[in-house]
């Protein structure tokens, strides 16, 4: 199970990320003349993936100006939120496997990868591509033939122009990839949301090997937390529990499927994002502050879990950490997280929170049922022994929450006051899952 999520990019990630957008503008190198309309494009490009998707033509990535806005703007921005998270799975690659990558678009998975795990670059790894526009997989080939044109050449790449269910040959797929993809087909689809997931989690799992692992990546809105949250469950009914970021196979407490609900996502500040796609950004009207994803890793298939013995049942129990930081009362401050047991709050004074951020997992012992809850959330409650001396490691121990005194009220009481704005990592939240403010977007 990993610790942590989301850790920070070595320098030599970050050196390749601004390789990255070099190589672009050097394969793909835009007249003078017209840089000055680039921002107007991406800008254009962003109304018709969202506010105006409806309107979007099918093959909307063939066209020159949509293609160069793609590749300068949403290529390198997804590449970094997939560089923040692909260092911390567990993907067990091997020598020979195959790895098959559904709406590839320009190779985003696979350059991502090369970027982001260096371990895997001396693996002989083939790479089937699938993507319904020639002309964005011919982009990508040409750009990660670049990007790794120093290397052994290890890596295959088999570029499929198709639809999601077109014949990929070859044997089924060590890991099975879909990046921001699926929400181009369940969002005006009006089946349940459920019945979706599961046609999508049989599908997905019908392209990898028994023992293989599916990877799904959608961006952090409340629509595709849902639908995480709904192919996880389908996933967990055949026989692939969730390794990330999942804790357990016990019920999703996140959701989400209705106005204000709580719904799965995670949110990290961008400062490590080149420069120049900053400043790109900022002409476009488009800043991005933070940068946000839902995702889920399912395993192999695997049998029916067995009871928990009687050792078993006294371990301690895992938590991951979802949300920002917020103040639950004076001094102390907390932060929603997933557990067996179902929602958690994690709760500690400033410098304890400010060390167990967003995508920390911790272990804590677990909760009897006399455990106290937050009022508002139903979320039970754990709190951080923080260290006089030192902040708390990511995997900290931790104390269930101690019953009120007599003097206390029965039932802790949580507040919510605006934190402190003097740390980035404690800022004032919404509820678990609520919609962010649009500048943490």
């Not at 993936?49 to 290529?75: M, W």
């Not at 195959?98 to 670059?121: F, K, Q």
């Not at 990046?179 to 087909?185: G, M």
């Not at 709190?383 to 206390?408: N, W, Y």
Request: hydrophobic share 40%; aromatic share 6%; proline share 8%.
């Amino acid at each position: 199970m990993n610790d942590f999520l989301f850790p920070t990019l070595e320098a030599s990630r970050r050196t390749d990320l601004e390789r990255l957008i070099r190589t672009i503008d050097d394969v793909f190198p835009v007249p003078t003349r017209y840089r000055s309309q680039l921002p107007r494009d991406v800008a254009g490009l962003s109304r018709s993936l969202t506010a105006a998707r409806s309107d979007r033509d099918g093959g909307y990535l063939g066209k020159p100006a949509e293609l160069s806005a793609y590749l300068r703007y949403f290529l390198p921005w997804n590449v970094f939120r997939l560089a923040r998270l692909l260092p911390a799975l567990q993907l067990d690659l091997k020598d020979g496997d195959a790895l098959t990558d559904l709406g590839s678009g320009p190779l985003t998975v696979p350059i991502a990868l090369w970027l982001a795990r260096s371990d895997l670059r001396d693996k002989h790894l083939e790479f089937r591509c699938l993507d319904r526009t020639g002309k964005v997989l011919e982009a990508g080939a040409k750009l990660f033939s670049e990007l790794s044109a120093a290397s052994s050449g290890t890596w295959k790449i088999r570029a499929i122009r198709g639809t999601l269910g077109t014949r990929i040959d070859g044997p089924k797929a060590a890991l099975v990839t879909a990046a921001n993809v699926l929400n181009e087909l369940f969002w005006d689809d009006r089946h349940p949301v459920a019945e979706q997931a599961e046609r999508k989690a049989v599908f997905l799992s019908a392209l990898a090997r028994d023992d293989g692992k599916i990877l799904v990546v959608e961006p952090g809105i409340p629509r595709s937390g849902e639908f995480v949250s709904a192919l996880r469950g389908a996933f967990i009914d055949i026989g692939r529990n969730p390794e990330a970021p999942c804790p357990h196979a016990a019920a999703c407490p996140l959701p989400g499927g209705h106005r204000g609900a709580k719904w799965c996502h995670f949110a990290f500040e961008t400062d490590e994002a080149p420069e120049s796609l900053h400043k790109l950004s900022a002409l476009a009207g488009i800043p991005k502050e933070r940068a946000t994803l839902s995702f889920l890793l399912a395993g192999g298939l695997s049998v029916s879990e067995k009871p928990r013995n009687a050792a078993e049942a006294a371990s301690p129990i895992a938590v991951r950490v979802i949300s920002d930081a917020f103040t639950v009362g004076d001094y102390r401050y907390g932060r929603y997280g997933c557990c067996e047991s179902g929602l958690a709050l994690v709760s500690s004074d400033k410098r304890g929170i400010d060390a167990v951020t967003s995508g920390a997992l911790i272990r804590a012992p677990r909760p009897g049922v006399s455990a106290p809850r937050d009022e508002k959330s139903g979320a039970l409650i754990f709190r951080i022994d923080a260290r006089k001396d030192s902040a708390p490691p990511v995997t900290s121990k931790m104390s269930p929450a101690v019953p009120p005194k007599a003097s206390d009220a029965a039932t802790p009481k949580i507040t919510r006051k605006s934190a402190s704005k003097s740390s980035a990592s404690t800022r004032t939240p919404p509820k678990p899952g609520q919609r962010p403010p649009r500048r943490q977007r």
